[in-house]
């Protein structure tokens, strides 16, 4: 029976989540498996992989042949490096003690590697709504402008307009205090 580790298609659509299966390869896509080996959300960035390494390398050196994705996924979470290793260790090349600490010192550099991507993708975001920030508040300062501009000239005309009617203003107010000082002169005769 050929098996083959692959990937099985689950989620909704636009929004894709993968199981990794080892499964014959005579069966459907979402159809029946033999072993669920991990997952794989390529929603994230970086995608999310969570894989069981001992039961992957398990089923390669019992000659499942993985997809080019399943591969390439294999390859990047380090199975295919242990079973390399794995390889020299049954060949007599190094012990089993080295062949790990080989692998772990992959497996450290792999996650400085990842880290180092995370890091870079938060520094660009934050720098992405720092700039974002920066034009919002530069469109505010220019739309305060323009308002007070628009205002200045309303402010010019009503200050014209007070200036224009304030001698008109005083006159008035002399003659009513004029006729009120004759009005009032008139009683004063009229009661005397």
């Known amino acids: 029976?050929?098996?083959?580790?692959?990937?099985?298609?689950?989620?909704?659509?636009?929004?894709?989540?993968?199981?990794?299966?080892?499964?014959?390869?005579?069966s459907k896509r979402d159809g029946k498996y033999l072993e669920k080996l991990g997952t794989y959300n390529p929603n994230t960035n970086p995608a999310t992989i969570d894989l069981s390494v001992d039961n992957s390398v398990k089923w390669l050196q019992n000659g499942a042949q993985p997809?080019?994705?399943?591969?390439?996924?294999l390859s990047y979470k380090g199975v295919m490096m242990k079973k390399h290793l794995?390889?020299?260790?049954?060949?007599?090349?190094?012990?089993?003690?080295?062949?790990?600490?080989?692998f772990n010192a992959?497996?450290?550099?792999?996650?400085?590697?990842?880290g180092a991507k995370v890091d870079g993708l938060e520094k660009a975001k934050d720098?992405?709504?720092?700039e974002a920030l920066k034009a919002e508040k530069e469109v505010n300062d220019k739309r305060a402008a323009a308002a007070v501009e628009a205002a200045a000239p309303e402010?010019?005309?009503?200050?014209?307009?007070?200036?224009?009617?304030?001698?008109?203003?005083?006159?008035?107010?002399?003659?009513?205090?004029?006729?009120?000082?004759?009005?009032?002169?008139?009683?004063?005769?009229?009661e005397a």
């Open 106 to 114: 992959w497996l450290e550099e792999k996650g400085k590697l990842v």
């Open 86 to 102: 794995l390889g020299g260790v049954a060949k007599g090349a190094f012990s089993e003690e080295q062949a790990e600490e080989k």
């Open 67 to 73: 997809t080019d994705t399943a591969r390439a996924i």
């Open 1 to 26: 029976m050929p098996v083959k580790i692959r990937l099985q298609r689950h989620g909704k659509k636009g929004k894709p989540f993968y199981w990794i299966v080892a499964a014959d390869a005579r």
């Open 155 to 190: 402010v010019e005309e009503t200050a014209e307009a007070v200036a224009e009617e304030a001698p008109a203003a005083v006159e008035e107010v002399k003659e009513e205090a004029a006729t009120e000082e004759t009005a009032a002169e008139d009683n004063s005769s009229k």
């Open 127 to 130: 720098q992405a709504k720092a």
